[in-house]
């Protein structure tokens, strides 16, 4: 694990340190300023905000944020793989001899160059019952600001951030379906190579 770590970090200096100094050195930006309609009564308020946010952006530092995002992605794609590894195998395993029955595992998983090594039944906790309910409320939620901020005038940076959670919601419910409700299982199969 640390040394994962230690070479994911490695290259996050290795390609983030020189375009962070690129960036620094880049100096202003030639972008023209665009006169935005401002004032209480207008109705379509495309800066509207909920955090501070440049009104202007280098290619330099966009270059940085979207690595930062990239391996933040890369990241929390990670834990949600070693989550679901090590909750889906927290039962205990069966281990079939051969031509032993397995319950409920269709019967393409095996045949005459495949087998099943280990079958982790789905724990079916009620851990997994509030946390698949908890995501799932959340997609709802969030689906109907989603709507309601897409259909309505504003049309401001609250949509990124409602989409950005519905997609999260929507993921981290599949991931608790399948981690709690679902068997895990192993198999060895034959290869030619």
């Known amino acids: 694990m640390r040394r994962e770590t230690a070479i994911v970090l490695g290259l996050l200096v290795i390609v983030l340190v020189p375009l962070w100094f690129i960036a620094i050195a880049s100096g202003g930006n030639s972008f023209e300023q665009i006169a935005i309609q401002t004032g209480q009564n207008v109705s379509v308020a495309p800066t509207g905000t909920f955090m501070t946010t440049p009104t202007e952006i280098s290619v330099y530092t966009a270059g940085v944020v979207s690595w930062l995002a990239l391996f933040g ?53 009620l851990r997994g019952v509030w946390l698949t309910a908890l995501f799932t409320f959340l997609s709802v939620v969030f689906a109907a600001l989603f709507a ?46």
């Open 73 to 125: 992605l890369v990241g929390a794609l990670f834990l949600q793989v070693r989550y679901a590894h090590n909750v889906g195998r927290r039962t205990e395993a069966i281990v079939p001899e051969e031509g032993d029955a397995l319950p409920y595992v269709p019967s393409f998983v095996e045949n005459a160059h495949r087998r099943v090594v280990a079958y982790y039944p789905a724990g079916a906790s």
């Open 148 to 193: 309601g901020e897409a259909l309505g005038l504003a049309r401001n940076q609250f949509l990124g951030f409602y989409g950005g959670i519905l997609a999260f919601s929507l993921a981290e419910t599949v991931l608790m379906y399948y981690t709690h409700f679902m068997p895990t299982i192993e198999v060895a199969e034959a290869r030619d190579h």
